[in-house]
């Protein structure tokens, strides 16, 4: 089965410090997607970044950098500088290809980021 | 930028009556979803629906449950009798296409009291 691992459940970081969320996952199919999710204290779920299983470039936008490592079965989120305004928690995601073709995301409990001023 | 809508934020009901949370799904999205996110916890996947039926539904989908698309734009989660520990985040999510993105609604906060 399908199964995300966040260790990281709270983080407490300064303004302007690097910070990196880990993210773990398991799955036995070749193929693949990985997601993170952002959800701020308002409570929406914001889309982040998608990156599928042969794609194991690292990915950088803006303050945001992805570092996907297939040996190690680990999709970590990097923010550089952090803000205030990043404070949210930060779900990854694994998505499980159901019958019929469809897709649903299987998420990992999520990592709170606190950045404080 | 095109986005999911549901309604409403907020629904307080009581136990044993049935409630209905509606969501309009991003316009070209063909493959709609429901999940919940108990206070504190992790999101949870409850259905996915895809060309006007259900495609899969997770073991907390039970017969209380029920989806629809009654016309071209709404996605209804109807739940019919319910209950204390339905009281979560439900988030509604649409995507053009299976493995892509899923872009989630705002959530509708249900209370059962």
């Known amino acids: 089965a399908q199964k995300v691992t966040q260790a990281q459940t709270e983080i407490s970081v300064v303004e302007k410090e690097d910070v990196t969320l880990d993210c773990v996952y398991e799955t036995r199919d070749t193929t693949y997607y990985l997601f993170w999710y952002k959800q701020p204290p308002s409570g929406e779920l914001v889309f982040l970044i998608r990156r599928n299983s042969f794609d194991e470039q690292n990915e950088i936008s803006g303050r945001y950098s992805w570092n996907f490592q297939k040996s190690t079965s680990s999709f970590n989120f990097t923010i550089t500088a952090s803000q205030v305004v990043d404070s949210a928690v930060y779900f990854c995601a694994l998505s499980d290809v159901l019958q019929g073709g469809s897709e649903k995301l299987v998420f990992g409990k999520g990592t709170k980021l606190t950045v404080n001023p | 930028e095109p986005e999911v809508t549901q309604t409403p934020s907020h629904q307080v009901t009581q136990m044993g009556q049935e409630v209905i949370l509606r969501c309009v799904p991003i316009s070209n999205h063909l493959y709609f979803y429901w999940y919940r996110q108990i206070l504190g916890q992790k999101v949870e996947f409850l259905v996915s629906?895809?060309?006007?039926?259900?495609?899969?539904k997770s073991e907390i989908f039970d017969d209380q449950f029920s989806v629809e698309r009654p016309d071209g734009s709404n996605f209804t989660l109807k739940i019919r009798s319910t209950k204390l520990e339905d009281s979560a985040m439900y988030f509604c999510?649409?995507?053009?296409?299976?493995?892509?993105?899923?872009?989630f609604g705002p959530g509708t906060r249900l209370t059962v009291t």
């Open positions: 999510a649409s995507s053009e296409a299976p493995s892509y993105e899923q872009y």
């Open positions: 629906f895809y060309n006007n039926e259900i495609s899969e």
